[in-house]
């Protein structure tokens, strides 16, 4: 019998919501599924653990004395690499760049033990490249939501270009490092929501002995519906007839997410009746003419699915992006979809039926994007972009692919 384990850092933010997403999915399709990150751990029976396995340990006072007198006479290769990396953080300007390390071993995890696939999401400090892949005999399905497993420190290429400079030398080391702990592994597979991704990682050469599949996330379509907005425009005094743009991101002010090109991108259109809503950390106030409402952090899947009802249209400017959750969520809502031609985003937006892609990425492109979506809104009906979202990223036919994987990866590990 197959029991998968998913491992991810965290259940919350794009990978880790995917990542339960699929797990669900599974669950459904009556596959035995785990979700293992460090603030949820689900077990193969569905239920979620109080899990005791990231809780801090005091340690004895033996091992105090034996961590001390290694400190003071030893520096690991780890500790060496930590601290340089740390220095260099300090003069570098990124997103997002992390280590291959963690301090715990997850192989000795009881559901680890249990499992006999293993599906690795995102999993910046929850998984030790050198020291779990060196002990890992089981399948091993690695799902990317980004960049880094094939590259160094950082997740996206843009921030590994921006800062070459400074960081090339120590970023080939990483890279050495990771693909030397890669390499251990013996049966595996590498799964991309997007065939961008799913390209990229194969010119990389680091996965190059793993078998390569391409499977789109899947959404919860009973919860991401079509849904009536002339109740909730009134509640955020939004008139009938504003051109309402929606935009999604963590943290607004990440330059990857594009809101600085969507600010310029609507000040060119000098409409005034056009309004953007945004959700995200940070909270954006009206500028140049331009209304704006910050609904802040949003948590609930119900609540999303009601600000996407509001919308005209989900605007996604990202620079670089894989294939993100929320668009998915958009098509879901019946929403057309306005970005740049890059990623998994250009693979799905398709003109006059789920959204309108921009000539280049640049604010004057986005406008004129934005601009022939609205003179052509009448050609975008919801109820074929729902039926589109149902068609690409329905939970079952996510599930019958993994099975797929899980079982011929399953099958090889027999011999």
Request: a neutral charge.
């Amino acid at each position: 019998m197959i029991k998968v384990l998913h491992i991810t850092t965290s259940s919350k933010g794009g990978a880790g919501i995917a990542a339960l997403r699929l797990h669900n999915a599974l669950t459904e399709n009556g596959i035995a599924s785990a979700y293992l990150s460090l603030n949820l751990t689900i077990d193969f029976e569905n239920k979620a653990l109080n899990d005791d396995f990231f809780r801090y340990k005091k340690p004895s006072f033996y091992s105090k004395i034996v961590k001390k007198i290694k400190q003071k006479f030893v520096q690991t290769k780890k500790q060496i690499i930590e601290s340089e990396f740390y220095e260099l953080c300090k003069n570098m300007q990124f997103e997002i760049a992390t280590l291959p390390f963690s301090n715990y071993l997850i192989h000795e995890h009881p559901l680890y033990k249990e499992a006999t696939i293993i599906n690795l999401h995102w999993i910046d400090g929850i998984v030790d490249y050198p020291s779990f892949f060196e002990v890992c005999d089981k399948p091993i399905v690695w799902t990317f939501h980004d960049m880094n497993p094939f590259l160094g420190i950082f997740h996206y290429k843009n921030d590994a270009v921006f800062n070459h400079k400074i960081s090339h030398v120590f970023d080939d080391k990483i890279c050495k490092l990771k693909k030397e702990a890669i390499d251990k592994i013996k049966n595996g597979c590498v799964v991309t929501p997007s065939r961008w991704l799913l390209d990229e990682a194969k010119n990389s050469g680091v996965f190059s002995h793993f078998q390569y599949q391409e499977i789109p996330n899947c959404i919860d379509l009973n919860i991401f519906k079509c849904i009536e907005n002339t109740s909730l425009r009134q509640l955020h005094s939004i008139k009938p007839n504003q051109f309402v743009m929606l935009f999604v991101a963590d943290n607004i002010y990440n330059r990857r997410k594009g809101f600085d090109l969507l600010t310029e991108a609507i000040s060119l259109l000098e409409d005034q009746n056009m309004l953007v809503v945004t959700i995200g950390k940070d909270s954006i106030k009206s500028q140049n003419g331009l209304k704006i409402i910050s609904l802040g952090d949003i948590d609930s899947s119900q609540k999303m699915a009601e600000c996407f009802a509001l919308a005209d249209v989900f605007v996604l400017p990202s620079r670089e992006d894989n294939l993100p959750n929320v668009m998915l969520e958009s098509f879901a809502c019946g929403k057309p979809v306005v970005g740049f031609s890059i990623g998994g985003i250009a693979e799905h937006t398709i003109e006059n039926k789920t959204g309108c892609l921009a000539s280049e990425i640049s604010a004057i492109a986005l406008k004129e994007a934005l601009l022939k979506l609205k003179n052509n809104k009448q050609k975008y009906d919801s109820h074929m972009i729902r039926k589109y979202a149902e068609d690409n990223f329905h939970p079952m036919e996510q599930a019958n692919a993994y099975a797929s994987v899980y079982l011929k990866l399953n099958t090889n590990n027999a011999f």
